[in-house]
Structures are given as structure tokens and as C-alpha cells.
């Protein structure tokens, strides 16, 4: 079955950087969008950035744009996503998902997403 695991969270302070993993098992890895997604305890997930694995094709949201990137690594099944110049707004648990079925919609959109891992917390004070 399919499988995300996420890992790399933690607490660090304002203008640090972490990087998060997102394993993906059960799937063939290449040919499909992955997100990562993050909520804030009150506030509705959102897309914060999204890749075509193998395709190299990326987005980013407006609001980590330049602070944050997406990027992959084929053989270990893993997409990772780099956080720099962390800001307390950026507190919140990250969530990795892949859309299997080819969905429309916008990559952002969490109802293209049809598997998510469980969750990596991250937390900037």
C-alpha cells in the first residue's frame, strides 16, 4: 500500500533553516504531483509548494517564495523541502501528499491529493 513518511521537523528559532523528507513506498515513484501542505492549529492546510516527480516541474507558494524550495531525490523515493530564513508564521505541522489519479485542480488544492503521510511538526520562535 501506499506509504509517506515525513521527518525533519523540529523547533528552531526565527532566520533558521530545516530541511523536511517525504519517503514515498508502494508506488512507482516517477510520473505523479506531490505536495507539501502545512496548518497552523485554527487555520485551513495550504499548499506550500508541489513537484512532478521525475518531471522537475515545481511551484512554490507566493509565501515562502525565496525563503523556501521543493527538490527530489529519484533513487531514495524521497522529496524533500528546504526551509531558510524560518519565521514564527511559518510554525505549523507539514504534511506531504501525492495525487495518484491524475486529479485537475490546482496544485495547491488539497482535494487533488488522494494520499497524505502523517505529519511533521515544525515550530519557529
Known amino acids: 500500500h501506499v506509504q509517506l513518511v515525513e521527518s525533519g521537523g523540529g523547533s528552531v528559532q526565527a532566520g533558521g533553516s530545516l530541511r523536511l523528507s517525504c519517503a514515498a513506498s508502494?508506488?512507482?515513484?516517477?510520473?505523479?504531483?506531490m505536495g507539501w501542505f502545512r496548518q497552523a492549529p485554527g487555520k485551513v492546510r495550504e499548499g506550500v509548494a508541489a513537484?512532478?516527480?521525475?518531471?522537475?516541474?515545481?511551484y512554490v507558494a507566493d509565501s515562502v517564495k525565496g525563503r523556501f524550495r521543493i527538490s527530489e531525490d529519484n533513487v531514495k523515493q524521497t522529496v524533500y523541502l528546504h526551509m531558510d530564513s524560518l519565521k514564527p508564521e511559518d510554525t505549523g505541522m507539514y504534511y506531504c501528499?501525492?495525487?495518484?489519479?491524475?486529479?485537475?485542480?490546482?496544485?495547491?488544492?488539497?482535494?487533488?491529493?488522494?494520499?497524505w503521510g502523517q505529519g511533521t511538526q515544525v515550530t519557529v520562535s
Open positions: 508502494g508506488v512507482t515513484y516517477s510520473g505523479y504531483w
Open positions: 513537484i512532478y516527480t521525475g518531471g522537475g516541474r515545481t
Open positions: 501528499a501525492v495525487d495518484l489519479l491524475w486529479n485537475s485542480g490546482m496544485w495547491y488544492d488539497t482535494r487533488r491529493y488522494n494520499h
